[in-house]
């Protein structure tokens, strides 16, 4: 696997830029056939036949076994299928509600795509709510569309929210890193105030504490970590935590 992934693993933590090209082709088997290495590729990254194409700049990450993507800055969401969001609701159109995620175009949302929402039971839905959705449609030849329900018609932690708390945007870089499993920056946050907190995979972020000033400093805390080292970070969090900011 290490001879494999060679010419990735190299350039791993390094800068790349949209045209770089590596290639997976691996010499002849003693069959005379030709094998390819199994990848998966994360944002900024685009397979075609046996060559990865480099598409977004950024700082080549990996995860084992397998799986390599590109962490970028960048603050333009663009829609993908399955990613969960938080959208705003801009105006209701018949059965359907228009609910802006941040791209480059609004999306679009069904009243029975709420769980328990039927044709006499809709759902109360209202322009200016927040919405935590997942998309079932995304692409660029097709208006997006947004669902709060899962495969088995649950809500599943989706749906309307956010009567109070605050909402701000992040870095789509940031917030990849707040959606890891075990992320460092929660954990440290959670050990200042305890908090409510809603990621959206397209830079909005909900936080609700139990103050009004408590919600602020989280809020404060989470957009000075988008250029910190994790040392720098544990250090502020620790000042905070002390009262001595």
Partial sequence: MDTIHACFKDKIGEVLLPGDVFSFRLPESGDGSIKTDKIICGPGLRRNGEEVQVCKS???????????????????????????????????????????????????????????????NRPNVQVGDLVYGQFTIANKDMEPELVCIDSCGRANGMGVFGADGLLFKLSLGLVRRLLAPQSEIVKDLEKIFPFELVVGMNGRVWVKAKTVQQTLIVTNLLESCENMTSQQRQTLFKRVAEGSL
């Fill in 58 to 120: 950024g700082i080549l990450r990996h995860k084992q076994p397998n799986m390599y993507w590109i962490d970028s800055q960048q603050r333009r969401y663009v829609p993908a299928k399955g990613e969960s969001v938080i959208g705003i609701v801009t105006a209701k159109s018949g059965d359907i509600f228009k609910v802006d995620v941040g791209g480059s175009e609004q999306a679009s949302l069904s009243y029975l795509a709420f769980e328990g929402a039927t044709k006499r």
